[in-house]
């Protein structure tokens, strides 16, 4: 499109574009057509994609996006290509899926795999380090499962779906708050948290007979808050 044709008052080019007004009745026709084409292909994808997505899902989805733009809108794009480029695509994912399922280096290579974050009540720096997770991040997250310190936990899963599989202490001990530093409960005046410290770095609890001097004996950092109990 030549910038002479652009003017400002053309109100024709505003409302229709570049195409005749008949195209408009044309689009509403191509999207209803793609629409009941996509149902069936998302059906045929499988459960899954109506769930939480994987990484390779998410690509799909998008992807699927990419095909149907330009039919449904275009004049001079045709909608039995783009129908192709979609049972394409759903027999791509279905190989793929196949593939994971038979091998699980593809399946790894496809989802990626789990990783422990949590133990016993310390935090797996190196493994958050790992999956770009900062440590304000995987508070919120353990906050939005009603957690308040990190004593709570035995194990916390990060899935290859995105998701905290989290596994509790049958007995809570004193551990690291996940609540925002001005939120968090003063220090423990009487019971098993008066007196403990936690590293606000990882989370672990020194013992008192534990001598590190002022440094964390599981990360050396020399970061410390009171623990907590509830």
């Known amino acids: 499109m030549k910038k002479e044709d652009i003017v400002f008052s053309d109100w024709h080019r505003w409302v229709f574009g570049m195409a005749p007004p008949s195209f408009t009745g044309e689009v509403a026709l191509r999207a209803l057509v793609l629409f009941l084409v ?26 699927l996006g990419a095909i149907i733009a330009g039919p449904m809108q275009i004049p001079t794009a045709g909608l039995l290509p783009s129908v192709a480029v979609l049972v394409a695509v759903l027999s791509m994912h279905r190989l793929s899926n196949w593939l994971a399922f038979k091998y699980r280096a593809v399946e790894l290579a496809q989802q990626g795999d789990l990783a422990l974050l949590v133990r016993d009540g310390c935090l797996d720096l190196a493994a958050l380090q790992r999956q770009a997770l900062s440590q304000e991040q995987l508070f919120g997250q353990l906050r939005n499962k009603n957690i308040v310190q990190l004593g709570e936990l035995r194990r916390v899963y990060f899935e290859s779906n995105g998701r905290l599989s989290i596994y509790k202490l049958p007995a809570p001990q004193p551990g690291l708050s996940v609540l925002p530093r001005a939120d968090a409960p003063p220090p423990a005046a009487e019971g098993p948290a008066q007196g403990q410290r936690a590293c606000a770095t990882c989370g672990h609890v020194p013992a008192p007979a534990d001598h590190a001097g002022t440094h964390c004996l599981r990360c050396g950092a020399e970061n410390w808050v009171p623990a907590v109990l509830a």
């Open 38 to 63: 996509m149902l069936v292909i998302i059906r045929l994808l499988g459960r899954r994609m109506k769930g939480q997505m994987s990484v390779s899902e998410l690509a799909v989805v998008l992807t």
